[in-house]
């Protein structure tokens, strides 16, 4: 519960569905029998960008990543459980899982929750396993500016707890 609720207060589910390459189709089809699409083109953009983008009948967004790689099945296997309510369990990645997958998404609302996974965590993270996961990441994207950007979060983030260790 700590890392899903580190990175700030919106109300958004993300998810990943271990998938694999080839297994997704039926996945997003039952998917969208239980939750509505939140854009038109929703399927095929889950085909280019492996993000299923739903919505629950109440309205609460929710993002489905397709898991093909083995840093996602890393990332489940480092995931802990929390309980919201009684009997009511959830999966949460780590927080250092939760930098990469952000760091990697790169989108500016992803930026500035990284800031506050840093902030809340005051730097005390795997940051090697950071760097290894984020690189073969960055490569397969061909995006090696999300490593850079990913400093620049961090030097912000220091500027408000104060210096941690980040090293490569």
Request: aromatic letters at 6%; charged letters at 25%.
């Amino acid at each position: 519960m700590k890392s899903l609720l580190s990175a700030g207060a919106r109300v958004q589910a993300q998810l990943t569905v271990l998938a694999g390459f080839g297994g997704e189709g039926p996945i997003i089809s039952a998917l969208l029998e239980d939750l509505a699409p939140r854009i038109p083109d929703a399927v095929e953009f889950a085909w280019r960008h492996r993000v299923l983008l739903l919505r629950s009948a109440d309205g609460f967004a929710v993002d489905v990543a397709l898991g093909a790689m083995p840093f996602d099945e890393a990332a489940i296997s480092r995931a802990t459980t929390a309980e919201l309510a009684r009997g009511a369990v959830l999966l949460t990645c780590s927080a250092m899982d939760l930098v990469v997958h952000k760091a990697f998404a790169g989108r500016p609302q992803d930026l500035v929750d990284i800031e506050g996974v840093l902030v809340r965590q005051k730097g005390a993270l795997l940051w090697p396993q950071i760097w290894a996961d984020l690189t073969e990441l960055a490569a397969l994207k061909e995006a090696p500016e999300l490593l850079n950007e990913l400093e620049r979060v961090a030097r912000r983030a220091e500027a408000i707890v104060g210096t941690f260790e980040r090293a490569r």
